[in-house]
C-alpha cells in the first residue's frame, strides 16, 4: 500500500528537540527547518481556489510555472490534477524534496529549475502559482520579477498565490518585499481578481514565545482577455 504521507522522511523533532513555528524558519530563510516541520502539509488553498476555477473552464493541456514551489506541496497537486509544470526554486534542498515525495505523480510532466527569482525569465503559460514566495525576492527585484509573472501568463490564465502586507512584522526587514492593499490592486491591474482575502492577525501557534503579526493577501486573480 502507498505510504499515505507526501514524504518519506518521516519527520519529527530530535530528542530535547523543539521544533519552532515555521515563520520563525521563514523569517530567517532557514529553509531547511522551514521544509521539516510543514513536510506533512497539503496543497494551499489558494491553489486549490485557482484550480476549481479552471477545473469549471474544462481542462486542456495545460502548463502552470510554481513559482518558489519548495519541497512541492502546490506542485504535486498540480500534476495530480494533470497540469505540465516547471517548478521552479533556488533552494537545492527543496527541489530534491519534490522528486522524492511519496504522492509525487507524473514525474514525466514535471521539469524543474534551481534558480533565484533574480533575473528569472518565465516560459508562457497557462497558470503561475507562486505561494509564499513573491515577498521573498531580493531588494529592488520585486517589480522586474512581478512584470515577467503578468507577462508569462497567457490571456484568460491566471496568478495564484500571496504577497505581504505594508503592516505585517516583517514590513521593515531589508530584504523582504510588502504592499499596501491599494499597490496589490494596482499590481493586478491587467486581472480579474477572483479571491481576496486580506488576512491581518496576530500568531496564534506560539504567540508568548514568538509572536508575529501576519498581514498577507491571498489572491487569485484572471489575467484579462
Ligand atoms: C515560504 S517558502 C514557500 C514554499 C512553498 N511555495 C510553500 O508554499 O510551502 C519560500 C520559498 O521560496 C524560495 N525562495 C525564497 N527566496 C528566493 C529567491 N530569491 N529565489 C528563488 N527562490 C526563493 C525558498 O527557497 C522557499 O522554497
Known amino acids: 500500500m502507498a505510504d499515505p504521507k507526501p514524504n518519506p522522511w518521516n ?48 481542462a486542456a493541456d495545460r502548463h502552470a510555472v510554481d513559482l518558489g514551489c519548495g519541497d512541492g506541496r502546490d506542485t504535486a497537486e498540480l500534476l495530480r490534477r494533470g497540469w505540465r509544470v516547471t517548478a521552479i526554486d533556488g533552494n537545492a534542498e527543496g527541489l530534491e524534496r519534490l522528486l522524492r515525495r511519496n504522492d509525487l505523480v507524473h514525474r514525466e510532466r514535471l521539469t524543474t529549475r534551481l534558480e533565484g527569482f533574480e533575473g528569472l525569465r518565465l516560459p508562457e503559460v497557462e497558470f503561475v502559482n507562486s505561494s509564499f514566495a513573491l515577498p521573498f525576492s531580493q531588494p529592488g527585484e520585486f517589480d522586474r520579477l512581478w512584470a515577467e509573472v503578468v507577462r508569462a501568463i497567457r490571456p484568460r490564465g491566471r496568478f495564484a498565490g500571496q504577497l505581504f502586507g505594508d503592516h505585517d512584522d516583517w ?3 531589508p530584504d523582504r518585499t510588502v504592499h499596501s492593499a491599494d499597490q496589490v490592486r494596482g499590481l493586478l491591474a491587467g486581472f480579474e481578481i477572483e479571491h481576496w482575502q486580506e488576512e491581518k492577525r496576530e500568531s496564534v501557534v506560539d504567540p ?14 484572471r489575467k484579462k482577455g
Open 208 to 221: 508568548t514565545a514568538h509572536p508575529k503579526r501576519w498581514h498577507v493577501f491571498h489572491l487569485v486573480a
Open 171 to 173: 514590513a521593515g526587514m
Open 11 to 58: 519527520e519529527a523533532p530530535a530528542p530535547g528537540e523543539k521544533w519552532l513555528p515555521a515563520h520563525v524558519y521563514a523569517r530567517d530563510r532557514d529553509w531547511h527547518g522551514y521544509f521539516r516541520s510543514l513536510a506533512h502539509l497539503g496543497p494551499r488553498e489558494s491553489l486549490l481556489k485557482a484550480l476549481a476555477s479552471f477545473e469549471a473552464e474544462g
